[in-house]
């Protein structure tokens, strides 16, 4: 293996170390693995084109072009042509999982859901990262700035949070930075061509040692920056960035979202370990089954997840009404439920029994007719820390009269039964077969629900990922696992392939009842569920997912419960409600207490502030623009040291003066495509720079006056050479500059190659201070030193 090869794979280590930090922000990790193995392969690609002669800059487009096709390939194959190039079709999809990503951030606390979008922001951000590192410290040997990047990432996963095990992250980071810059280092050395900068100025021989030197300097480097930039990276927030490592905010620090996209959240919620009370109720409802907790209703449908539209909001009504779709002839009960919320429940909608036909609640509150759910009137109205008071319906119609039931209204099937164009044709296939000879809506509903719950193989798993992909459904169909998000989905969407409008409900199951009899509701509670339309009686709950909550019962014509408003305060007793109708795939104790109901949805309850800020997406910026400040970093100083260095002092001409103008010229040159060689006397370096920089006669005349006036500061007793610092720096810059591309010139002033002094010297100058700061209070403290 060469050394070039080495110092590759070793860039490639560091940014899989530094990205390290990036583990609590989403779960499961396995994106990282799948980064890992595409940045592996972007620097083979860089380690293959580097041994032809081919310009630095093709060396990176193609590494570039690797990129894209590596990430077609493990995101959008279906789309791709023969499944690699990125078409029209692919872009689109890029587009929409990327769109995706962005909301993910601002919807979901750490550890997020393992979803396509935020993986895909992770890829490219470590990808991007590593393609960076592997081009300044490999295609153009400039391994000391390949710290920015690693630095940035490193900033990312540590500085936005004040918990977690900061120490490992800095350890690996700081680990994965020298093991780079040994390696460098290393390379010079085995070369016989490492550029000594010379000793320094206490004649320390030790700091020539390049080991030790490189040690020294990477070492200090690391610990300034890893340690003092995350320090002042300011707090940006909630969501993902306030909830990680714990979160200290005003909630209860467990992580739980709050979400306006619920169905990718429930995977994180189910795999927490501890249920959190969400709110508790009592309630004059005689059957469990008519307490689910209904917060918001997703309409739409584009393929990939359900979501809700844009509805209208009006001023809270009082009363609410009842729903104008029902008829005279459903039996229905009264129900009466007092609801208290916890403080750190801050969702925007009001969890409430469905159909709510009153509403008695303290705050700024709108209501959205469509859906007949109430939502909070202002950004800071949210359901935390509420009594109120819910009048609802218990309803009970027959299966004659909804299989009697009229073909639904224009407006209620123009849009609960619009579909997308690329759903998987599976999904219509098994509906049609499922439903085979079921001559009504109410028989292919009853029919799918059964087909889900008992008869068709279906298990519940949690471990099952969100996927939000065209295929997800298909995906379900296929292996037949899933948890309550898969079987909402998917029933709702073969309800409107066969003519049933449907939409899918989110909120939580009854609860577990209490000793004092009210109930408790935690987020293991949290569910989602399909509703079906019928005409004459509006919308109907259906329970698709095993084990899981209660199957609705609709009785004959001449079995149906008998009406009776029930309007005493003392509470039901009655079966636990996460006992489900049937025992398949969960132990009756863990449904007892809420292990098995599935969770983290947009009702998914306590959060330390408010996500509506984009947190993550603030995160992101704050990293755009520290990166940025890093790269402009080396222009400022340099800028800095030039003016410096040429400053006018008082009084005449002084040897530190004529020192420093010969370092500008040096740096002047070096930052234009010629490199300092301190083995070569002053004289035969300003003959060196001209004959390089092709310089006319007036610039070579001005490198020769500093060479000399330099020689004589060093060697003779006064300088007789007449100068005019400025102006003759000023000449051999000019002249240089007058001789190279505008790449070049560019690089110069935006990337000048001489700033690599900054950090080689860094760790000099911060030694140099701590020993003077040190020495002066030492001489403060003690026995007559001066106060």
């Not at 400039?142 to 936005?160: C, D, K, M, S, W």
């Not at 700081?174 to 000594?196: H, N």
């Not at 009210?518 to 997912?545: C, D, I, M, Q």
């Not at 489900?580 to 449904?591: E, F, S, V």
Request: charged share 15%; net charge neutral; aromatic share 8%.
């Amino acid at each position: 293996m060469n050394t070039r090869t080495r110092i590759a794979l070793t860039a490639a280590a560091a940014t899989v170390l530094t990205a390290l930090c990036l583990f609590p922000l989403v779960q499961p990790t396995s994106w990282l693995v799948e980064a890992t193995a595409m940045l592996l392969l972007v620097t083979g690609v860089g380690v293959l084109t580097r041994r032809f002669p081919l310009a630095r800059p093709l060396t990176v487009l193609l590494q570039l072009l690797a990129t894209v096709l590596l990430l077609t390939f493990f995101f959008v194959r279906d789309t791709a042509v023969f499944g690699l190039l990125p078409g029209p079709a692919a872009w689109g999809e890029f587009g929409s999982d990327l769109q995706s990503g962005f909301d993910d951030m601002s919807h979901f606390s750490t550890p997020a859901p393992d979803t396509v979008g935020l993986r895909l922001l992770l890829t490219i951000a470590v990808l991007a990262v590593g393609l960076l590192v592997d081009a300044l410290a490999v295609t153009y040997q400039r391994v000391a700035l390949a710290g920015l990047p690693l630095l940035a990432l490193y900033a990312v996963g540590t500085g936005i949070h004040p918990h977690g095990a900061l120490w490992f992250w800095f350890l690996a980071a700081a680990f994965g930075f020298l093991m780079l810059l040994l390696a460098e280092g290393r390379d010079r050395v085995s070369r016989w061509g490492r550029i000594f900068h010379g000793a320094s100025a206490t004649g320390n021989a030790d700091s020539t040692n390049p080991v030790n030197a490189t040690g020294f300097r990477i070492a200090a480097l690391a610990a300034v920056g890893a340690l003092l930039v995350p320090v002042l990276l300011p707090s940006v927030g909630s969501g993902v960035v306030a909830d990680l490592g714990g979160g200290s905010g005003s909630g209860t620090g467990n992580g739980v979202i709050t979400a306006v996209d619920p169905m990718a959240s429930l995977a994180q919620s189910l795999n927490q370990t501890n249920a959190v009370p969400v709110l508790s109720y009592r309630t004059t409802a005689q059957d469990p089954a008519d307490q689910y907790l209904r917060i918001v209703d997703l309409d739409v449908f584009n393929g990939v997840a359900w979501t809700t539209s844009t509805h209208r909001a009006v001023p809270l009504p009082d009363p609410l009404g009842v729903p104008t779709e029902l008829s005279g002839g459903i039996q229905q009960q009264t129900v009466e439920t007092e609801v208290t919320t916890q403080p750190g429940y801050v969702q925007q909608w009001l969890p409430m029994p469905y159909p709510a036909v009153n509403l008695q609640v303290a705050g700024d509150w709108r209501w959205e007719p469509e859906g007949r759910t109430v939502i909070g009137g202002t950004d800071a109205q949210n359901a935390g820390g509420l009594d109120y008071t819910v009048t609802s319906l218990s309803l009970h119609p027959t299966q004659d009269q909804l299989r009697n039931a009229a073909p639904p209204p224009a407006d209620i099937a123009r849009t609960y039964l619009t579909l997308p164009n690329n759903l998987p044709p599976v999904v219509g296939q098994d509906a049609r077969a499922v439903t085979a000879g079921a001559p009504t809506a109410l028989d292919k509903a009853l029919a799918l629900q059964d087909w889900f719950a008992h008869s068709g193989g279906f298990t519940y798993n949690t471990n099952v990922p969100v996927n939000n992909t065209s295929n997800a459904l298909a995906d379900f169909l296929k292996n037949k696992q899933g948890f309550c998000v898969h079987f909402a989905s998917t029933m709702a969407a073969m309800a409107r392939i066969l003519g049933i409008p449907a939409r899918v409900a989110v909120g939580f199951t009854p609860g577990t009842q209490q000793a004092d009899g009210s109930w408790l509701v935690t987020t293991k509670n949290a569910h989602a569920w399909p509703e079906l339309y019928f005409t004459g009686v509006g919308w109907l709950r259906f329970e698709p997912t095993p084990s899981i909550g209660f199957e609705p019962s609709f009785g004959s014509s001449t079995t149906a419960p008998a009406p009776g408003p029930s309007t005493s305060a003392q509470p039901t007793t009655g079966a636990g409600p996460t006992a489900g109708t049937h025992n398949q795939g969960c132990p009756i104790q863990a449904r007892r207490e809420g292990l098995c109901a599935a969770v983290g949805t947009a009702g998914g309850p306590v959060s330390t502030g408010s996500s509506a800020v984009g947190s993550l997406r603030l995160a992101v910026w704050a990293l755009a623009g520290l990166l940025l400040l890093l790269l402009l970093v080396p222009m400022v100083w340099r800028w800095r040291a030039r003016r410096t260095r040429l400053a006018r002092g008082p009084g005449g001409l002084t040897e530190q003066q004529v020192l420093d103008a010969w370092r500008e010229l040096l740096d002047t040159a070096w930052d234009l495509g010629i490199p300092p060689d301190h083995a070569e006397t002053p004289r035969r370096t300003a003959d060196r720079i001209s004959a390089l920089g092709e310089l006319g006669p007036e610039p070579s005349a001005a490198a020769g006056r500093l060479a000399l006036a330099t020689e004589q500061v060093l060697y003779a007793p006064v300088v007789t050479v007449p100068l005019q610092l400025r102006q003759d720096v000023r000449s051999v810059r000019e002249g240089l500059a007058a001789r190279v591309d505008r790449r070049t010139r560019l690089r110069a002033v935006l990337l000048p190659p001489s700033s690599s002094r900054l950090y080689r010297d860094l760790p000099r100058r911060v030694s140099a201070e701590v020993r003077r700061r040190t020495a002066a209070l030492w001489n403060r403290l003690r026995p007559g030193g001066s106060h």
